[in-house]
């Protein structure tokens, strides 16, 4: 069943939005379910977010901003 399948759920929203805006939606979805104490869905918008996050490292599309005087 896709409602409860974190790897579909990401791949339609990574298809549909793109990384960034698949990560947001994730991030969206984590603070709702989190302020309704739904903590089912808490879990899976979690596990989520840490796919999208996982392709975005995959692809290197991560951006770590280091402050210059730290280089």
Known sequence: MIADDPKEIATILVEENGADGALAIALAE??????????????????????????????????????????
């Open 30 to 71: 984590i603070t709702r379910a989190n302020q309704s104490c739904d903590y089912y869905s808490l879990s899976i918008w979690r596990e989520i977010r840490g796919i999208v996050r996982e392709r975005i490292e995959a692809a290197g599309e991560i951006t770590i901003n280091v402050p210059i005087d730290r280089i």
